[in-house]
């Protein structure tokens, strides 16, 4: 990611991917992110990014050998029934009792934009792939800005994003990673988690953020994360 326009569409293009790869896997969006993950290795110096080994094994992974069917089954096992792994950025809050106020912060970074979650599946705002697919929305919405010289709405997105990376994503997105690469036996998971760890961290240093980490809190008794709780899907 040289420079700062190729690094902008390489970066919508990577959180576009994470976000497809932690949703509930079919064979539309399993074909998107291997045509995402081919153009994040063919571009020039696609090679070099920290990244690359894992978008590397992810391709490998998305072979014959994975079927959609058996990709479900896995992320079933991950996130789904009892979670293995939550999805869930309050799932990574010490404090119980943040949790809904994170979820109406992350809710109204989306209606700020016109990007409210919503959709088929019942899903809630502080979903993996709700945050990252609003961070790409975000970078088209900045590019597209830049494009027709509308510099201070361009500016407005690129000031959001940081925000955003800061407050929510960048908090608890490494954690998750982690946790997900130590629990999965699947070679398309623990490559989709190394690679979005690689993708967040890289774009936090390379924008000198440093956010307050979050780990992942011990559930309480009468806690369980939930599949079917909340609001709905990514925003558009």
Not at 204 to 228: F, H, N, Q, S, V
């Amino acid at each position: 990611m040289s420079t700062a326009t190729g690094a902008s569409v390489e970066l919508v293009a990577a959180w576009r991917l994470l976000s497809l790869g932690f949703t509930a896997p079919d064979e539309e969006t399993l074909a998107e992110i291997e045509a995402l993950v081919d153009a994040l290795l063919e571009r020039p110096g696609g090679e070099d990014d920290p990244a690359a080994p894992a978008l590397a094994e992810l391709l490998s992974a998305l072979g014959p050998a994975d079927s959609p069917d058996e990709l479900a089954g896995a992320y079933q096992a991950l996130f789904g029934g009892e979670v293995a792994v939550p999805p869930y950025e309050g799932s990574y809050e010490g404090d119980p009792f943040r949790h809904t106020r994170q979820m109406a912060d992350v809710a109204g970074f989306y209606r700020a934009f016109g990007a409210e979650a919503h959709g088929p599946a019942a899903e809630r705002v502080d979903h993996a792939g709700c945050e990252l697919e609003f961070l790409a929305f975000l970078g088209a919405k900045r590019l597209a800005f830049a494009a027709e010289g509308r510099d201070d709405e361009a500016q407005t997105c690129r000031e959001i994003e940081d925000l955003f990376l800061r407050d929510h994503l960048g908090r608890w997105l490494p954690a998750f990673c982690r946790d997900v690469a130590a629990t999965t036996s699947t070679a398309f998971y623990a490559a989709l988690a190394r690679a979005g760890e690689q993708v967040v961290t890289g774009e936090l240093a390379r924008r000198g953020i440093e956010p307050e980490p979050l780990g992942r809190r011990k559930r309480w008794t009468i806690e369980a994360d939930c599949m079917e709780c909340g609001l709905a899907n990514a925003p558009e």
